[in-house]
């Protein structure tokens, strides 16, 4: 009987023993490998953050790009050091990797003191070929030119800076033109869309829209085509279009207008303002060079 006690006692020491390495072993996935998932989680959202600030700043200078990436890296948790950032604006993209050695706890028991965590991002930034929140204005590719006041006539087919004309989008009518240029399309509008042309006299209802969005900026200083509020009312996207026959225009990409105000009537309503660069959501062009000033930026690893 006292051997077979001796014999029990022997097994539970053993067993105790396996299943205390089954407990460390379960303490170590659930603990440090939590604290890996919980680390790349973490680095992930700071380099996604880092690779999309950065290629906004792609269309002023590699430079402003790689300070921005930087910056917003910084901010969200990482240490410059890091931090390894490749901009390249021939390309239009950055891409931002972070990598972290971590010391574990429970890991140290079954031989392993510490991991390496990574986390990579790939921002690309391009023409914007389609959005929603497009004003009910089509401007031709003569007309977009960076920084300089420019005047749009919207009572007929001319204009003192290029061919311009309202456009009738989701349906015709002076009402609708009206809210889609006070609020924005709400539908999408794409790169090679055929648009109709609006009809009609149209001079009060783009008088009404242009001054309430004129009245809605109230930013203290005001907006300006180099400082500006990226909500701001006073910017519109505009069409940039050829023209079509049958009073139809085809969509070639969009723009940026910072609108200043509007007089006249009839055919002499005029909409002062000057196209600038900007940023906006929307569907990138990734392949195309063509470029009218508003683009977006996309996280494309």
Not at 78 to 94: G, P
Request: charge should be negative.
């Amino acid at each position: 009987m006292r051997e077979l006690f001796r014999e029990e006692k022997g097994s539970v020491i053993i067993i105790l023993a396996l299943c205390m390495s089954v407990f460390v072993g379960l303490a170590a996935l659930v603990t440090d490998a939590g604290l890996v998932y919980l680390t790349r989680d973490k680095m992930q959202n700071a380099v996604d953050a880092a690779a999309l600030a950065g290629a906004q700043d792609l269309q002023i200078s590699s430079a402003a790009a790689l300070e921005k990436a930087q910056n917003y890296g910084v901010s969200n948790g990482l240490d410059l050091s890091e931090i390894t950032i490749e901009c390249v604006q021939s390309e239009k993209f950055v891409k931002v990797s972070a990598t972290r050695n971590i010391n574990f706890t429970f890991a140290k028991i079954i031989g392993h003191d510490s991991g390496v965590v990574t986390a990579v991002a790939k921002a690309r930034s391009g023409p914007i070929k389609g959005l929603k929140g497009a004003a009910p204005l089509g401007i031709s590719l003569d007309t977009w030119q960076i920084g300089q006041p420019v005047t749009l006539k919207v009572g007929s087919h001319g204009a003192e800076n290029g061919w311009f004309s309202g456009l009738a989008l989701g349906t015709e009518g002076a009402d609708i033109y009206e809210a889609n240029l006070t609020q924005g399309y709400n539908q999408w509008l794409k790169k090679g869309d055929i648009i109709n042309i609006q009809t009609g006299n149209i001079s009060n209802p783009t008088n009404r829209a242009v001054n309430f969005r004129v009245a809605e900026c109230h930013h203290i200083p005001t907006c300006t085509p180099t400082s500006y509020d990226p909500d701001c009312e006073r910017l519109i996207k505009i069409p940039v279009i050829t023209n079509r026959l049958n009073n139809q225009v085809e969509i070639v990409g969009f723009a940026y207008f910072l609108v200043n105000g509007v007089t006249g009537q009839g055919v002499d309503c005029y909409i002062s303002g000057q196209f600038v660069r900007g940023e906006t959501s929307g569907e990138i062009d990734e392949n195309s060079s063509s470029d009218y000033g508003l683009y977006g930026v996309k996280l494309v690893q």
